[in-house]
């Protein structure tokens, strides 16, 4: 009877070791995991934070570099604009100045043409009053 009792309570202090030291274990690997994945968020964190970095930086760069294709887009046209503008104004003052040289030479001409049918004339009513009165 007594070596039966010396073996139930032999029983239970094992068992109760096992389930000390199974306590122990499962804690410890709690322990373990939670430190792991406080390590694992913590570096996937920073990994994280350098992949965001660099995406913004990309983003900004391209948005930068839109904005400035954008810019001499709007300086190309608005060069196009004022070239177009000052090129208008410099036929319409070549035009201007063509009717004007133009228009100065005919009338030249046409008083020249005046001053020799003038001439002319003369030179008949001349011719034809000596003629008659001959």
């Not at 792991?36 to 990309?58: K, M, P, V």
Request: net charge positive; glycine share 2%; charged share 20%.
């Amino acid at each position: 009877k007594r070596m039966c009792a010396v073996l139930t309570i032999q029983s239970f202090c094992r068992r109760w070791n096992a389930e000390r030291n199974l306590e122990i274990a499962v804690w410890s690997a709690i322990q373990i995991q939670a430190v792991f994945r406080g390590w694992f968020a913590r570096d996937s964190l920073e990994d994280n934070h350098y992949c965001a970095t660099q995406i913004q930086r990309i983003t900004r760069g391209y948005l930068a570099t839109m904005h400035v294709f954008e810019d001499l887009y709007s300086i190309t046209i608005v060069q196009s604009v004022v070239r177009r503008f000052l090129a208008i104004n410099v036929a319409v003052d070549r035009l201007s100045s063509i009717i004007a040289i133009q228009a100065w030479y005919r009338g030249i001409r046409a008083r020249d043409a005046a001053d020799e049918r003038f001439y002319s004339a003369l030179a008949i009513q001349t011719t034809w009053r000596r003629y008659m009165c001959q």
